[in-house]
């Protein structure tokens, strides 16, 4: 790694990124065309039937959105929309299929061209049936590659992925509980068999009750906390097996909030991890927590400077080479946040400023419950909800049991994730970032302001 002008760096080159309707893609594309107009091409890959129906996803879903205001303002509407036209090209296509299901002429146009590969395409829910897992976020790795190797100018490929404690590669096979060997073409074959359902007419409910059943069976086989990380884990084993001398860079973020500062602080899309336990709070809903009231669990969240660590990390490996490098970002090491402290901001945020509920009264929040396991929150439920039983609480419960059930591995977080390599990739690239247009040091969060005066207020903005 070498210090560089990062912004230069971007200067003339050719990007092509994929999941490029998602969330993490948005503000990288966002950042690049305010920071950087000067980018020869932007290829976004978007899911559509069509190129037609591609530029209008892209339009509606990323260009309308109030994340590109400030780009907006700082260009005006009619330069931004010849940017656009001049260097963004939204492409129909597929991950899940041979090259990327992408039109063969303008395939081969842009193997001529395309500098980086950023694939952030994946589906994150945790509970995904098992053979849409499989085919997005693991088999489209081989896909991808095989496109990669077609392109004549690649410096690299960067992969978005999720979380291991170490920052290093997996090995081919590897389980997180060393008592198993994870055989990729099994959990192929398991996929296929289970789609036999379909030819002894089992329902579409049935089938996705089994493949969400198998897996959970699997990631708990192998020693992982879900299926989105499971499956996502097999990608990265693929990518490394089968990347031959192709530079691969491994990016895997924690748990990704609002942005931080740019384009502005604040902007969030959907209903994720943390935001659907903030919003049923600040609704009188729910004051239960998952965690442990002796040793806090540490809830490892990393606002959305994402992108910078992502642009560094081009700059920094910007010549060609056959390694592989894992970048953590992270905030458990450099500046931990704990559960606890997390729940005591929302609470004070809600205490000062409640919402107002639908006949225009302000929402008394309660105070929390905390729970260190499951055995205690069944507990709680059947004291507080088993007495006052409907056919409607009970769904309740089911669903709260099972919410409970997914962020478990997280909630009850104890460990420290490693992130030395990004660590390096800051000192590296701090003498191009001397104005912070690149920052991704978590060191320089303010948990506590972020959270009251950022996140939690535009959760009401964007999502409430």
């Not at 296509?93 to 395409?121: F, P, Q, T």
Request: charged letters at 25%.
């Amino acid at each position: 790694m070498e210090s560089c002008c990062i912004n230069q760096f971007l200067e003339g080159k050719t990007i092509f990124i994929t999941g490029a309707a998602g969330y993490l893609a948005k503000v990288l594309t966002e950042k690049i065309l305010r920071v950087q107009p000067n980018v020869k091409k932007l290829y976004l890959l978007i899911r559509a039937p069509d190129t037609n129906s591609a530029k209008q996803c892209f339009n509606n879903e990323v260009i309308k959105t109030d994340l590109f205001r400030v780009v907006r303002e700082k260009l005006g509407a009619n330069n931004l929309h010849a940017l656009i036209e001049d260097k963004v090209f939204p492409i129909s296509g597929d991950i899940a299929c041979d090259n990327l299901a992408i039109n063969s002429d303008l395939k081969d146009d842009m193997c001529r061209e395309i500098d980086i590969i950023v694939n952030s395409a994946a589906t994150t829910r945790f509970d995904e049936r098992y053979d849409t897992a499989i085919r997005i976020n693991t088999l489209c790795a081989m896909n991808i590659i095989n496109f990669s190797k077609q392109c004549a100018k690649l410096k690299m490929l960067l992969h978005v992925s999720t979380g291991l404690i170490p920052e290093k590669p997996l090995n081919y096979g590897e389980t997180l509980n060393g008592s198993s060997h994870l055989e990729i073409d099994v959990e192929k074959k398991l996929v296929e068999a289970l789609k036999d359902l379909q030819d002894r007419n089992a329902t579409e409910k049935e089938v996705t009750l089994a493949m969400k059943i198998l897996g959970i069976e699997r990631e708990r086989l192998h020693g992982w906390p879900n299926t989105y990380s499971f499956t996502k884990a097999i990608g990265e084993m693929l990518l490394g097996h089968l990347k031959e001398d192709l530079q691969l860079i491994i990016l895997r973020p924690t748990i990704i909030s609002s942005t931080y500062k740019e384009p502005f602080p604040g902007w969030v899309e959907g209903m994720r991890t943390m935001e659907t336990f903030f919003v049923g709070y600040g609704k009188g809903k729910l004051n239960v927590a998952m965690g442990d009231r002796e040793i806090e669990s540490i809830l490892d969240v990393v606002p959305d400077m994402v992108v910078n660590s992502v642009i560094a990390a081009m700059a920094a490996h910007r010549n060609p080479s056959s390694h592989t490098t894992v970048y953590h970002f992270s905030s458990s090491r450099r500046n931990q946040l704990k559960l606890g402290d997390i729940l005591q901001f929302i609470v004070d945020y809600f205490k000062k400023n409640p919402w107002i509920d639908e006949r225009g009264k302000p929402v008394k929040v309660k105070k929390f419950c905390f729970l260190d396991s499951m055995t205690s929150f069944h507990k709680y439920i059947a004291i507080h909800y088993m007495p006052l039983l409907k056919i409607n609480l009970q769904t309740r419960i089911n669903h709260a049991i099972r919410v409970a059930e997914l962020y478990k591995p997280y909630t009850l977080f104890k460990a420290i994730f490693d992130d030395t390599n990004a660590d390096m990739l800051r000192i590296a690239t701090r003498e191009s970032n001397a104005d912070d247009t690149f920052n991704f040091d978590p060191r320089t969060i303010q948990w506590e302001k972020y959270f009251k005066e950022t996140h939690v207020p535009r959760l009401e903005k964007y999502i409430f």
